[in-house]
């Protein structure tokens, strides 16, 4: 999962991304935030995104498919 935030804005809100074409049963890992989910659990509730603050923040996150 590849995000940028264009401009930084005072007091922005957090940020969640939704991943869409998982297989829901399957269990994912994100290395990068020390996670473990299912897929269904993933594309449903979003992934939550704490950005530093500055503009044109980039971030890429690996999904690795460990369980069907």
Known sequence: ???MRP???PN???IR??????EEDAVYQIS?????KSGSTLM?????????????YTNTYSLIKIET
């Open 17 to 22: 991304i939704y991943p869409r074409g998982l």
């Open 44 to 56: 449903r509730l979003g992934i939550a995104v704490d950005l530093p603050p500055g503009d044109f």
């Open 12 to 14: 922005d809100e957090n």
């Open 32 to 36: 990068e935030l020390g996670i473990q």
């Open 1 to 3: 999962i590849a995000m």
């Open 7 to 9: 401009l930084c804005m």
